[in-house]
């Protein structure tokens, strides 16, 4: 039995009902395979005790409905319930003799808690023929679906039917399957017959049958017994008829009742039908809509695939041109290829010549240099081996030249060359024989290539103390060997693809070791040429394990007979024999090189004696013999240090910085991307210049290197000769660099000289500038204090009666003494002006920006201007400008003063000047405008310039326009000027309505709202 379904839930006898529907609607046999998929004998369902789980009754309820294709059927399942089947023989007989259905419905609610643990049954109102039930599922049990809501109303609605009336009219009010909380029904039932009436019309009929006994003729036509039993009848039709008539009228009532839920449901069933005709209409709609639509999208379609087979039939050709590219590709390899071998040829026989000593011997410096080139002819020569593998691979014309040979020595005589490259890097080369296997069949030079292949790898990634083994062993139809190391591994995402074709497990810039991506898809390729499998995997230890297998199978043998062509192809092995050994030999010095890896350099020739001391430059490179080379190049001339990797490198440019570093860019620990940016990002050291090397010319390669703050870019292959010149190039122009930074600290002290002196020249002109307003005030002051004064000593002379011989009437005494006063009242009130005018021209009690009358500035200027002798000049003022402006009306006092001077000095005789004020859009204009003599026009260009003049030597010092100017332009405004030598000059002040920093507020706000809204 599953224990899933037998959880203490729903009493299985309760869900007999449901399999009595099932055997009479599907049969038995649909029955036994729900309880068997279910895991549940029948028997145990007979026992009240037992227990089945909520999902086994979910499963037989939609059993039913999908059988009977209706939820209908889960309510004729209920109905099933109140059975004698189900009940019992004798539980249904006592609930038809003593019971009424709402006795019926109120015990049921009570019992439920016995047979249900899933919900609650509730009665919400209960009446004679109608009661009101709700029921409330626990949380982890709400349905989704009606069928356990229309198995209960069918289980209610049949409880009438035990005293034989109709199902009871059942109503649904909310359902926990639509969303509500709980399920509320309401059900009533017709009223069921009652034996009082006729009972009591048999007793009254009885009654008149004894009563009529004693006066009953006893001769009568018509027998006693007969007359008592139609009494009897007719006593009882009486009452069965009062019966009748009773229930009809409840019945009827109900009715009426269902009539009107009746009435109200077919209303609503009406409402549905209007918004169901809407539907369909507005689905037909949808439908033509749709129609319209597929067609479009059918022709859609046809033009699609006429496009699609148009583009396929496109593809097949540039499938058919990329395959001939592709052949061509190939031979141009091929061509290429076999072109190479023969200056290749031409190379390392004559090398290998002078090496031997066949050419007599050798300086220790050449015989490096040689050796240099030696080892690099066979790295090419392996690349181009490759190549033609490759080519001969994808032609498919790669023959193997099977013959018959001892796998043990083989395996062997590999690893015994690979040790002293082993001894070398302090890594254990071995070989863990295996059982003799004296007659195996393959193509030694292939297979040669692909032992090479993997031990060169194994000794690439093995570190120093560690081992490469290699092993083989036979099975029963193959033999296979592994090459295994204890080196890092493999990560396991690159497992898949380290066989593929130009991939590398590591190929970022900082990666240990080089290699182009040829080698592991060579030997896997030529492995399966031969019918075995390459493969490779993670040791549980540490370590990498290849493993290639062979077939033991007998093969023809096809060795070539000629000596020849033998003897080339072992020249060919020994040539990637020492590839493979030249690669692991990557980034160990070599002892003879003529640098030191420290520091020093080789002697050579003595510098120049106006050069002093040598230059220090740091060479990071981490192929020994690409960094010997380049220090022996640099030496003749530097103090040339070396570094291995990039991390070496900045280790060394902190011990002694150099003045210059020449830097690879594809290095292990730290590139040489990385080793800049340290460099440029440090305040000690970013100015040494830096020079990159790489073998990649792209140009993205270049723009990052100069990104990162690289001096230089060079490209491998180069001239010595262009390196060494551009390092002392590099060198020149750094020292002319601090050159330059020298004078700027000079130009730095004097231009603050400068700014000094200009500080005090602007003082002066202020002093000027005061000294013409204080002759001006002096003038303008004396005036009405003599006349004040003249008229004070008048006015004494009168009080004192001293005004002559004859004494003048009292009458004429007094007048002259009001004139008098009057006249000095008057001069003390234009020296009040003055000074009131003088106070107000300062400003002293205001500092800043705020918002001012520059009215009242202009009038405070007026009072105070100068007036010159001999000059006859008329004021004119328009002042049209209505509101305040943000500004420092001391400091616009000095602009208006210097303007109006000026205009005052250019008039010679009679003229006018004209003051105007307005706003124009948000800005305040004021012009000072006169007719002068004006000024020339190459002059006007200059005139706000410091220290430039119109006036004669000696009256001015050029700078009352240029201070002037740099007030307006202090405020946010700006001066223009037009003029017409002659006829007189016009200035004009612009000075923002708003202060600058509300108006910058203004404007952020403005583009925040603009973002906001996304314009």
Same mark, same amino acid.
Request: proline fraction near 5%; aromatic fraction near 6%.
């Given at each position: 039995?599953?224990?899933?379904?037998?959880?203490?839930?729903?009493?299985?006898?309760?869900?007999?009902?449901?399999?009595?529907?099932?055997?009479?609607?599907?049969?038995?046999?649909?029955?036994?395979?729900?309880?068997?998929?279910?895991?549940?004998?029948?028997?145990?369902?007979?026992?009240?005790?037992?227990?089945?789980?909520?999902?086994?009754?979910?499963?037989?309820?939609?059993?039913?409905?999908?059988?009977?294709?209706?939820?209908?059927?889960?309510?004729?399942?209920?109905?099933?319930?109140?059975?004698?089947?189900?009940?019992?023989?004798?539980?249904?007989?006592?609930?038809?003799?003593?019971?009424?259905?709402?006795?019926?419905?109120?015990?049921?609610?009570?019992?439920?808690?016995?047979?249900?643990?899933?919900?609650?049954?509730?009665?919400?109102?209960?009446?004679?023929?109608?009661?009101?039930?709700?029921?409330?599922?626990?949380?982890?049990?709400?349905?989704?679906?009606?069928?356990?809501?229309?198995?209960?109303?069918?289980?209610?609605?049949?409880?009438?039917?035990i005293w034989g009336m109709p199902t009871a009219f059942c109503r649904e009010i909310r359902c926990t399957a639509e969303g509500d909380g709980s399920c509320v029904y309401e059900f009533s039932w017709q009223e069921r017959p009652s034996y009082l009436y006729p009972a009591l019309g048999t007793l009254c009929g009885g009654l008149f049958g004894l009563l009529a006994h004693g006066q009953w003729d006893q001769g009568g036509v018509v027998p006693f017994w007969l007359l008592a039993a139609m009494l009897l009848f007719i006593g009882y039709l009486s009452g069965k008829t009062l019966d009748l008539r009773r229930t009809l009228r409840r019945n009827e009532a109900v009715g009426r009742e269902q009539l009107q839920a009746l009435e109200a449901a077919v209303d609503s069933i009406s409402e549905k039908y209007v918004e169901l005709q809407a539907s369909q209409k507005a689905l037909e709609e949808a439908h033509e809509e749709l129609k319209k639509h597929r067609d479009h999208l059918e022709q859609l379609v046809e033009e699609r695939t006429r496009e699609l087979a148009e583009s396929k039939q496109r593809l097949e050709e540039s499938y058919e041109k990329l395959q001939e590219l592709d052949r061509m590709k190939m031979r141009f390899f091929t061509n290429v290829s076999h072109e190479l071998r023969t200056p290749l040829t031409l190379t390392l026989s004559p090398v290998e010549a002078m090496l031997q000593g066949e050419l007599g011997p050798l300086p220790e410096q050449q015989r490096l240099y040689l050796e240099h080139v030696h080892t690099n002819a066979l790295?090419?020569?392996?690349?181009?081996?490759?190549?033609?593998?490759?080519?001969?691979?994808?032609?498919?014309?790669?023959?193997?030249?099977?013959?018959?040979?001892?796998?043990?020595?083989?395996?062997?005589?590999?690893?015994?060359?690979?040790?002293?490259?082993?001894?070398?890097?302090?890594?254990?080369?071995?070989?863990?024989?295996?059982?003799?296997?004296?007659?195996?069949?393959?193509?030694?030079?292939?297979?040669?290539?692909?032992?090479?292949?993997?031990?060169?790898?194994?000794?690439?990634?093995?570190?120093?103390?560690?081992?490469?083994?290699?092993?083989?062993?036979?099975?029963?139809?193959?033999?296979?060997?592994?090459?295994?190391?204890?080196?890092?591994?493999?990560?396991?995402?690159?497992?898949?693809?380290?066989?593929?074709?130009?991939?590398?497990?590591?190929?970022?810039?900082?990666?240990?070791?080089?290699?182009?991506?040829?080698?592991?898809?060579?030997?896997?390729?030529?492995?399966?040429?031969?019918?075995?499998?390459?493969?490779?995997?993670?040791?549980?230890?540490?370590?990498?394990?290849?493993?290639?297998?062979?077939?033991?199978?007998?093969?023809?043998?096809?060795?070539?007979?000629?000596?020849?062509?033998?003897?080339?192809?072992?020249?060919?092995?020994?040539?990637?024999?020492?590839?493979?050994?030249?690669?692991?030999?990557?980034?160990?010095?070599?002892?003879?090189?003529?640098?030191?890896?420290?520091?020093?350099?080789?002697?050579?020739?003595?510098?120049?004696?106006?050069?002093?001391?040598?230059?220090?430059?740091?060479?990071?490179?981490?192929?020994?013999?690409?960094?010997?080379?380049?220090?022996?190049?640099?030496?003749?001339?530097?103090?040339?240090?070396?570094?291995?990797?990039?991390?070496?490198?900045?280790?060394?440019?902190?011990?002694?910085?150099?003045?210059?570093?020449?830097?690879?860019?594809?290095?292990?620990?730290?590139?040489?991307?990385?080793?800049?940016?340290?460099?440029?990002?440090?305040?000690?050291?970013?100015?040494?210049?830096?020079?990159?090397?790489?073998?990649?010319?792209?140009?993205?390669?270049?723009?990052?290197?100069?990104?990162?703050?690289?001096?230089?870019?060079?490209?491998?292959?180069?001239?010595?000769? %262009?390196?060494?010149?551009?390092?002392?190039?590099?060198?020149?122009?750094?020292?002319?660099?601090?050159?330059?930074?020298?004078?700027?600290?000079?130009?730095?002290?004097?231009?603050? %000289?400068?700014?000094?002196?200009?500080?005090?020249?602007?003082?002066?002109?202020?002093?000027?500038?005061?000294?013409?307003?204080?002759?001006?005030?002096?003038?303008?002051?004396?005036?009405?204090?003599?006349?004040?004064?003249?008229?004070?000593?008048?006015?004494?002379?009168?009080?004192?009666?001293?005004?002559?011989?004859?004494?003048?009437?009292?009458?004429?005494?007094?007048?002259?003494?009001?004139?008098?006063?009057?006249?000095?009242?008057?001069?003390?009130?234009?020296?009040?002006?003055?000074?009131?005018?003088?106070?107000?021209?300062?400003?002293?009690?205001?500092?800043?920006?705020?918002?001012?009358?520059?009215?009242?500035?202009?009038?405070?200027?007026?009072?105070?201007?100068?007036?010159?002798?001999?000059?006859?000049?008329?004021?004119?003022?328009?002042?049209?400008?209505?509101?305040?402006?943000?500004?420092?009306?001391?400091?616009?006092?000095?602009?208006?003063?210097?303007?109006?001077?000026?205009?005052?000095?250019?008039?010679?005789?009679?003229?006018?000047?004209?003051?105007?004020?307005?706003?124009?859009?948000?800005?305040?204009?004021?012009?000072?405008?006169?007719?002068?003599?004006?000024?020339?026009?190459?002059?006007?260009?200059?005139?706000?310039?410091?220290?430039?003049?119109?006036?004669?030597?000696?009256?001015?010092?050029?700078?009352?326009?240029?201070?002037?100017?740099?007030?307006?332009?202090?405020?946010?405004?700006?001066?223009?000027?037009?003029?017409?030598?002659?006829?007189?000059?016009?200035?004009?002040?612009?000075?923002?309505?708003?202060?600058?920093?509300?108006?910058?507020?203004?404007?952020?706000?403005?583009?925040?709202?603009?973002?906001?809204?996304?314009?």
């Amino acid at each position: 039995m599953k224990a899933q379904y037998r959880k203490p839930e729903l009493s299985g006898f309760s869900m007999r009902s449901a399999l009595l529907f099932l055997d009479k609607r599907c049969g038995v046999e649909e029955t036994e395979r729900f309880l068997e998929a279910h895991g549940i004998a029948r028997s145990y369902l007979d026992d009240p005790n037992n227990w089945v789980s909520f999902d086994f009754a979910h499963d037989l309820l939609a059993l039913i409905r999908d059988r009977c294709k209706s939820e209908k059927a889960c309510w004729e399942a209920g109905t099933y319930t109140v059975t004698k089947e189900i009940l019992g023989q004798a539980v249904w007989i006592g609930a038809k003799s003593v019971g009424t259905p709402s006795l019926v419905f109120k015990q049921w609610v009570e019992h439920s808690k016995v047979y249900n643990r899933v919900g609650e049954f509730r009665i919400l109102h209960a009446e004679k023929n109608r009661i009101t039930l709700e029921y409330v599922p626990r949380p982890e049990y709400g349905e989704t679906d009606k069928l356990f809501c229309l198995h209960r109303m069918g289980q209610f609605a049949a409880i009438p039917t035990i005293w034989g009336m109709p199902t009871a009219f059942c109503r649904e009010i909310r359902c926990t399957a639509e969303g509500d909380g709980s399920c509320v029904y309401e059900f009533s039932w017709q009223e069921r017959p009652s034996y009082l009436y006729p009972a009591l019309g048999t007793l009254c009929g009885g009654l008149f049958g004894l009563l009529a006994h004693g006066q009953w003729d006893q001769g009568g036509v018509v027998p006693f017994w007969l007359l008592a039993a139609m009494l009897l009848f007719i006593g009882y039709l009486s009452g069965k008829t009062l019966d009748l008539r009773r229930t009809l009228r409840r019945n009827e009532a109900v009715g009426r009742e269902q009539l009107q839920a009746l009435e109200a449901a077919v209303d609503s069933i009406s409402e549905k039908y209007v918004e169901l005709q809407a539907s369909q209409k507005a689905l037909e709609e949808a439908h033509e809509e749709l129609k319209k639509h597929r067609d479009h999208l059918e022709q859609l379609v046809e033009e699609r695939t006429r496009e699609l087979a148009e583009s396929k039939q496109r593809l097949e050709e540039s499938y058919e041109k990329l395959q001939e590219l592709d052949r061509m590709k190939m031979r141009f390899f091929t061509n290429v290829s076999h072109e190479l071998r023969t200056p290749l040829t031409l190379t390392l026989s004559p090398v290998e010549a002078m090496l031997q000593g066949e050419l007599g011997p050798l300086p220790e410096q050449q015989r490096l240099y040689l050796e240099h080139v030696h080892t690099n002819a066979l790295r090419l020569l392996k690349l181009i081996n490759n190549l033609l593998d490759l080519s001969k691979l994808e032609a498919g014309k790669m023959a193997l030249e099977i013959g018959r040979y001892d796998l043990g020595e083989f395996v062997q005589e590999i690893v015994d060359a690979f040790r002293p490259a082993g001894e070398k890097r302090g890594i254990e080369v071995k070989s863990e024989g295996g059982p003799p296997i004296p007659g195996l069949y393959f193509d030694r030079d292939k297979m040669e290539k692909v032992l090479i292949n993997l031990i060169g790898n194994a000794l690439k990634f093995t570190p120093e103390g560690g081992t490469v083994a290699v092993r083989w062993e036979k099975g029963e139809d193959h033999v296979s060997v592994s090459v295994v190391d204890t080196g890092p591994g493999i990560p396991e995402k690159d497992l898949e693809r380290i066989f593929d074709r130009f991939v590398q497990v590591d190929d970022s810039l900082s990666r240990k070791h080089g290699g182009t991506g040829i080698g592991l898809a060579l030997a896997k390729e030529i492995t399966e040429l031969h019918g075995g499998v390459l493969s490779a995997a993670n040791r549980p230890e540490g370590g990498a394990v290849f493993t290639f297998t062979l077939p033991l199978a007998e093969r023809e043998l096809q060795r070539s007979g000629e000596e020849g062509k033998e003897e080339e192809s072992r020249i060919k092995s020994l040539y990637r024999m020492a590839d493979y050994v030249e690669e692991v030999d990557r980034g160990v010095p070599r002892k003879s090189s003529a640098v030191p890896e420290e520091a020093s350099s080789v002697p050579g020739p003595e510098p120049p004696a106006e050069e002093g001391e040598r230059h220090r430059v740091l060479v990071v490179e981490d192929n020994a013999d690409m960094r010997t080379f380049i220090a022996d190049c640099l030496s003749r001339d530097f103090v040339v240090r070396t570094a291995v990797d990039g991390e070496d490198g900045w280790r060394k440019i902190q011990e002694e910085p150099p003045d210059l570093v020449v830097s690879d860019i594809m290095m292990p620990n730290r590139n040489g991307y990385e080793l800049c940016q340290l460099l440029k990002g440090s305040p000690d050291f970013q100015h040494v210049p830096i020079i990159l090397l790489t073998s990649k010319s792209e140009i993205d390669m270049k723009v990052e290197g100069f990104e990162k703050g690289a001096d230089d870019y060079l490209t491998k292959p180069f001239n010595p000769r %262009e390196l060494s010149v551009r390092v002392r190039n590099m060198i020149k122009i750094r020292s002319l660099e601090k050159q330059i930074q020298m004078e700027n600290l000079k130009l730095q002290a004097a231009l603050k %000289e400068l700014k000094e002196t200009q500080s005090q020249l602007v003082h002066s002109e202020k002093m000027a500038s005061l000294g013409v307003l204080s002759a001006g005030l002096v003038h303008e002051i004396n005036n009405p204090l003599n006349a004040a004064l003249s008229s004070l000593n008048t006015l004494a002379r009168l009080l004192n009666g001293s005004g002559g011989p004859e004494a003048e009437p009292a009458g004429e005494k007094r007048e002259k003494i009001v004139r008098t006063a009057q006249r000095a009242l008057l001069g003390l009130k234009r020296c009040e002006e003055i000074v009131t005018g003088l106070r107000r021209f300062a400003r002293k009690d205001v500092e800043g920006i705020r918002e001012d009358d520059l009215h009242e500035g202009l009038e405070a200027t007026l009072v105070l201007l100068p007036r010159e002798s001999g000059k006859e000049i008329s004021l004119h003022r328009d002042y049209r400008l209505a509101r305040k402006v943000p500004c420092n009306l001391a400091q616009l006092n000095q602009v208006f003063m210097n303007l109006l001077v000026n205009a005052s000095q250019a008039i010679q005789g009679k003229g006018d000047i004209w003051i105007r004020t307005e706003q124009i859009g948000q800005e305040a204009v004021v012009t000072v405008e006169d007719n002068g003599c004006g000024i020339s026009p190459e002059k006007l260009p200059r005139i706000f310039e410091p220290f430039f003049t119109t006036k004669e030597v000696g009256q001015g010092t050029g700078l009352g326009l240029s201070i002037s100017h740099r007030i307006v332009e202090e405020h946010g405004g700006r001066i223009e000027v037009e003029s017409t030598p002659g006829k007189g000059s016009i200035f004009r002040v612009y000075l923002p309505m708003q202060d600058r920093r509300a108006r910058a507020a203004e404007e952020t706000d403005h583009g925040r709202t603009r973002e906001a809204v996304g314009l």
